[in-house]
C-alpha cells in the first residue's frame, strides 16, 4: 500500500424513504469519524442483503464500521419475543449487516461495532437482546432524553467500568470512561465468544471484543463517534481501529 493511500473503511447504511423514494444513508458523523478519527476512506454500503455478493464486496474494505440506527434488530434474528407495537425494523439493514460482521470476522477484517451494531455483534454470534431495557428490573435509565437539545442528548451520561487486560484497556490505558447513553435495547445473554470489555453501573454489557478475531474486533454500546475529535476516549477507539485498518491495507489482496 503506498504510504498515502489511506485504508478503506466501509459503512453499513440504513434504509429509509424521502417521499415515495427509498434511500439508503448513513450519518455523517459516523463518516466523519471514519474519515478524521480512524483516518480512513469512507465508503457507504447500501442494505441490500445478498444482491451485495458480500464475499466479493470484501475484497475491497480494509475495515468495516457498524453504524447506530434508530430501528431495531429484528427479534426472529435471536429467537426473541415479538416486538412492541410500534418498534422500528430494517430488514435490509439485518440481511446485510449480519452476514457481513461474521464474514469479516473469519476473513481477519478489522471490525467496529457501535450501538445497533454493537447489538448486531452480539446476534450473530448467537446471543439475545432486551428489547426494552428500561422495562426490565435492576437497569438504570438507557436512553436519551429527546426533549433536550442534540449536545446534551449525546453528552457524558453514566461511567463505565473497563475490564482490566482485554482490547479496550489497552486501548484506553484506564480502567473508567464517561460515555453517553442512547439506546432502548441492551445485551440480554452475551453471545459465546464474546468477551466483556466494559460494564455499566447497573452490570449491563457495554462493550465486548471477538475473542476468535486475529484482529481489531471490538463492539460498544455508545456513540464515541459523536464529537469524536473533542474527546481523548473516543479518539483512542477510532485510532485503534484505523491502525488495524491500516495493517490489514498494507497485506496483499486475495487473488481470485
Known sequence: MSANRKPLIGISCCTTHFGPHPFHMAGEKYIRAALDAAGG?????????????????LDTFDGLLFTGSPSNVEPHRYAGPDSAPGTQHD?????????????????????????????????????????????????????????????????????VRIEPGGLLDRIAGCSSAQVNSLHTQGVDRLAPGLQ??????DGLIEAFSVTAATTFALGVQWHPEWKVMENPFYIRIFKAFGDACRARAARPKRTV
Open 41 to 57: 476512506l469512507p465508503l457507504l454500503i447500501p442494505a441490500l442483503g445478498d444482491e451485495l455478493l458480500i464475499d466479493q464486496l
Open 91 to 159: 430488514p435490509q439493514r439485518d440481511a446485510t449487516t449480519l452476514p457481513l460482521i461474521r464474514l469479516a470476522v473469519e476473513r481477519d477484517i478489522p471490525v467496529l461495532g457501535l450501538c445497533r451494531g454493537f447489538q448486531e455483534m452480539n446476534v450473530v454470534f448467537g446471543g439475545s437482546l432486551h428489547q426494552r431495557l428500561h422495562e426490565v428490573p435492576g437497569f438504570i435509565e438507557h436512553r436519551e432524553d429527546t426533549e433536550q437539545p442534540v449536545d446534551v442528548q449525546y453528552g457524558p451520561a453514566h461511567e
Open 196 to 201: 466483556p470489555e466494559a460494564t455499566a453501573p
